[in-house]
């Protein structure tokens, strides 16, 4: 668990870093007899710490089937997303999501019940979150500014850039 305060197996980590350089973590924790919720902490530069009761009982998930497979990313308020693989019995897996609000998570509509976002009849697994940003051209920038800003945006891992123009009116 590395130094993370949980009695039970944890596998499955997922990472993600702001631009600020707070770290996140989620993961699948075996809570015994099969049942398993996704947990998720930040580290406060001294400890591991939880967000929101996400490293008690049901954690982030708190759901009555098994959860796994997490996914972590950063939303625009720098907070963590996580979306996860739900079992929800005979043979069906559904797609949840949940953000950190500052003080507890939340889901985002019927993200993390019933058929969550995948609400599909088949088998929803591995979730995969990505980050996006935009960057707006003609303004006056410079081809420097321009990579320097493409740089920063991928040492935080962002994986999709649009560029758009400035088209004056």
Do not use: C
């Amino acid at each position: 668990n590395a130094g993370i305060p949980t009695a039970s197996p944890s596998t499955e980590p997922s990472i993600a870093l702001t631009a600020a350089d707070v770290i996140y973590v989620a993961w699948t924790e075996d809570l015994g007899g099969g049942a398993t919720e996704i947990y998720a902490a930040t580290h406060d530069g001294a400890a591991w710490v939880g967000l929101g009761g996400s490293l008690i009982g049901g954690g982030v998930s708190g759901t009555a089937g098994a959860s796994a497979a997490p996914s972590l990313a950063i939303n625009g308020s720098s907070n963590p997303v996580v979306a996860w693989s739900e079992d929800l019995g005979g043979g069906n897996h559904e797609i949840y999501l949940k953000q950190f609000d500052g003080l507890a998570w939340v889901k985002l509509g019927p993200s993390a019940s019933a058929g969550g976002i995948s609400d599909s009849a088949g088998d929803s697994t591995a979730p995969s979150l990505v980050t996006k940003s935009g960057i707006i051209l003609g303004l006056g920038e410079s081809t420097d500014e321009l990579v320097a800003t493409m740089r920063d945006l991928r040492e935080v891992d962002v994986q999709i850039l649009t560029l758009g123009q400035y088209l004056r009116p």
